[in-house]
């Protein structure tokens, strides 16, 4: 499989696409200097005891109290072959007041304040380091048994004490002992730094942050799976280019910095590719189309025989198009990063052995995902239930917002995704030839741009020598905005545009 990994920073943001055969099939994106607060950890106080669930609200210095229960932990040992455990992280001791750290394990999401632990979890290349957690796991995709023999006897020599655990990764086959050794020190230093800071540090204060979007996917990423890491921004790339020459597991020549004078995202068809993600309707290559509907509890999707009429009978069409479906909305849960339950309704099939067939082909589509999923078998009603482990926020989180006209009903497109869109547009305009631009978009927006210096890097970098000039209207949409090139030495624009910084 053709694998391609694209990185990009523009309008505060922080965004990764991967291409597999130049199909979409992953998209994040985050705020820069800010990120997913997943992985962090937080010095908090107790602010309320749920001793009927053995579970207590914390203040963190997060917008929302986050809820601690004994039953979440960063790290999902299911997903790891390893000795078999008992947790208990005392939480029938905490009193209101107390002190703890605690990891984030699952963003805030809607009135929800994050969930988070007191077992806590660092993860590096080979090695997820648990400095108060007695497991020793392997992950379950090294199969080879005497590697795995040799990888946990290496892991528990590792151990300073019983209450310590360690996680083997996927990545550590390729690793030396004294490199396991190596990072094993560091993320243990690195734990004791954080204990010594909590000491006196406020309540509320943020003691260790995960790494930023890209260096994540590069230090989880294996480089003979990728043909081209492709960088849209000059310092992220010199950034990347510093962590692959540190790990050493990802050719340089594979790292490639983007220099065209247009947006990278768009010259790749990966922004067309993410417009089509947050709709409602996906298409099938067959005629057929799902259609996706994502609520608080759950997502369902509904599968269509659409335009297919097959060349047999109902029932070989009605199987082809769920068999397709079953592809297709394996990819797109990954995509859109959907966790949670969800239910897909197929077209009814009489045949048992084409119901199986369709439960099998989810599987082991699903398989291929990082999260992990859970299928039930499919019903008499041909309903099939699944779930997916929730990792970071979901793709619609990122790209659009509640619609202000319908009081949250419908939704449009978040700022960011406009703001790429406007900034696309301007690449092209000045590629294009042109040395001036007359941007007419909605007052709001303009504000925006103004007010949080959206454009700044362009504008001291590729756009030094260009005028952009802004006029507001306030009846446009947020999402609309036009785009006029302009090489006349005297520029004809209304009195109320204002000249970009």
């Given at each position: 499989?053709?694998?391609?990994?694209?990185f990009?920073?523009?309008?505060?943001?922080?965004?990764?696409?991967l291409?597999?055969d130049?199909?979409l099939?992953e998209?994040?994106?985050?705020?820069?200097?800010?990120g997913?607060?997943?992985?962090?950890?937080y010095?908090g106080?107790?602010?309320?005891?749920?001793?009927g669930?053995n579970?207590?609200?914390?203040?963190?210095?997060?917008?929302?109290?986050c809820?601690l229960?004994?039953?979440?932990?960063?790290?999902?040992?299911?997903?790891y072959?390893?000795?078999?455990?008992?947790i208990n992280?005392?939480?029938?001791?905490?009193?209101?007041?107390?002190?703890?750290?605690?990891?984030?394990?699952?963003?805030a999401?809607?009135?929800?304040?994050?969930?988070v632990?007191t077992?806590?979890?660092?993860?590096?290349?080979?090695?997820i380091?648990?400095?108060?957690?007695?497991?020793?796991?392997?992950?379950?995709?090294?199969?080879?048994?005497?590697?795995?023999?040799?990888?946990?006897?290496?892991?528990e020599?590792?151990?300073?004490?019983?209450?310590?655990?360690f996680?083997?990764?996927?990545?550590?086959?390729?690793?030396?002992?004294?490199?396991?050794?190596?990072?094993?020190?560091?993320?243990?230093?690195?734990?004791?730094?954080?204990?010594?800071r909590?000491?006196?540090?406020?309540v509320?204060?943020?003691?260790?942050?995960?790494d930023?979007?890209?260096?994540?996917?590069i230090?989880?990423?294996?480089?003979?799976?990728?043909?081209a890491?492709?960088?849209?921004?000059?310092?992220?790339y010199?950034?990347?280019?510093?962590?692959?020459?540190?790990?050493?597991?990802?050719?340089?020549?594979?790292?490639?910095?983007?220099?065209?004078?247009?947006?990278?995202?768009?010259?790749?068809g990966?922004?067309?590719?993410?417009?089509?993600a947050?709709?409602?309707t996906?298409?099938?290559?067959?005629g057929?189309?799902?259609?996706?509907?994502?609520?608080?509890?759950?997502?369902?999707?509904?599968?269509?025989?659409g335009?297919?009429?097959?060349?047999?009978?109902?029932?070989e069409?009605?199987?082809?198009?769920?068999?397709?479906?079953?592809?297709?909305?394996?990819?797109?849960?990954?995509?859109r990063n959907?966790g949670g339950?969800?239910?897909?309704?197929?077209?009814?099939?009489?045949?048992?052995?084409?119901?199986s067939?369709?439960?099998?082909?989810?599987?082991?589509?699903?398989?291929?995902?990082?999260?992990?999923?859970?299928?039930?078998?499919?019903?008499?009603?041909?309903?099939?239930?699944?779930?997916?482990?929730?990792?970071?926020?979901?793709v619609?989180?990122?790209?659009?917002?509640?619609?202000?006209?319908?009081k949250?009903n419908?939704?449009?497109?978040?700022?960011?995704f406009?703001?790429?869109?406007?900034?696309a547009?301007?690449?092209?305009?000045?590629?294009?030839?042109?040395?001036?631009?007359i941007?007419e978009?909605?007052?709001?927006?303009?504000?925006?741009?103004?007010?949080?210096?959206?454009?700044?890097?362009?504008?001291?970098?590729?756009?030094?020598?260009k005028?952009?000039?802004?006029?507001?209207?306030?009846?446009?949409?947020?999402d609309?905005?036009s785009?006029?090139?302009?090489?006349s030495?005297?520029?004809?624009?209304?009195d109320?545009?204002?000249?970009?910084?």
């Amino acid at each position: 499989m053709k694998k391609e990994c694209f990185f990009d920073r523009y309008c505060g943001q922080q965004f990764y696409a991967l291409l597999e055969d130049g199909i979409l099939t992953e998209f994040s994106a985050e705020k820069e200097n800010a990120g997913t607060p997943v992985g962090n950890i937080y010095k908090g106080r107790v602010v309320n005891v749920l001793s009927g669930m053995n579970a207590a609200f914390v203040y963190c210095g997060l917008e929302k109290n986050c809820y601690l229960s004994m039953d979440e932990f960063y790290t999902d040992y299911s997903k790891y072959d390893g000795t078999v455990i008992e947790i208990n992280n005392g939480l029938h001791n905490l009193e209101i007041g107390d002190e703890v750290l605690v990891q984030v394990t699952k963003p805030a999401r809607g009135n929800k304040g994050a969930k988070v632990t007191t077992m806590h979890s660092l993860v590096g290349k080979n090695l997820i380091y648990l400095p108060n957690t007695g497991f020793l796991g392997i992950s379950k995709k090294i199969t080879d048994e005497a590697e795995r023999e040799k990888l946990l006897k290496t892991a528990e020599k590792l151990r300073d004490r019983q209450n310590e655990g360690f996680v083997v990764r996927t990545h550590a086959t390729l690793a030396t002992p004294k490199q396991l050794k190596k990072e094993s020190e560091y993320l243990k230093t690195l734990y004791l730094d954080m204990l010594k800071r909590a000491e006196t540090a406020p309540v509320g204060t943020l003691l260790y942050r995960d790494d930023d979007l890209p260096a994540r996917i590069i230090r989880d990423s294996f480089g003979e799976d990728l043909i081209a890491i492709r960088v849209g921004d000059e310092e992220l790339y010199n950034k990347l280019l510093n962590l692959v020459r540190l790990q050493r597991d990802i050719p340089e020549r594979k790292l490639i910095f983007h220099k065209s004078e247009r947006a990278m995202f768009r010259e790749f068809g990966i922004s067309q590719k993410l417009y089509e993600a947050v709709g409602a309707t996906v298409p099938l290559d067959n005629g057929g189309y799902i259609v996706i509907d994502q609520t608080e509890a759950m997502t369902v999707v509904d599968v269509n025989t659409g335009s297919y009429v097959g060349d047999t009978n109902h029932e070989e069409t009605v199987f082809t198009v769920n068999l397709a479906a079953a592809k297709e909305i394996a990819r797109q849960v990954r995509l859109r990063n959907i966790g949670g339950i969800v239910v897909v309704d197929f077209i009814d099939m009489l045949d048992e052995s084409h119901k199986s067939k369709i439960t099998e082909v989810l599987r082991e589509f699903l398989s291929k995902d990082k999260a992990k999923c859970n299928v039930l078998e499919m019903s008499e009603l041909c309903l099939t239930q699944f779930t997916r482990k929730r990792i970071g926020n979901e793709v619609n989180e990122y790209l659009l917002k509640p619609c202000a006209h319908c009081k949250g009903n419908g939704h449009v497109h978040e700022d960011v995704f406009t703001l790429a869109r406007l900034r696309a547009d301007l690449l092209d305009c000045f590629a294009n030839g042109f040395n001036s631009a007359i941007v007419e978009l909605n007052e709001s927006i303009m504000r925006k741009i103004l007010t949080e210096n959206i454009f700044t890097r362009e504008v001291n970098g590729r756009w030094k020598d260009k005028r952009v000039y802004l006029v507001p209207h306030r009846t446009y949409r947020e999402d609309y905005f036009s785009v006029r090139g302009d090489n006349s030495e005297v520029l004809n624009v209304p009195d109320n545009a204002k000249m970009l910084y």
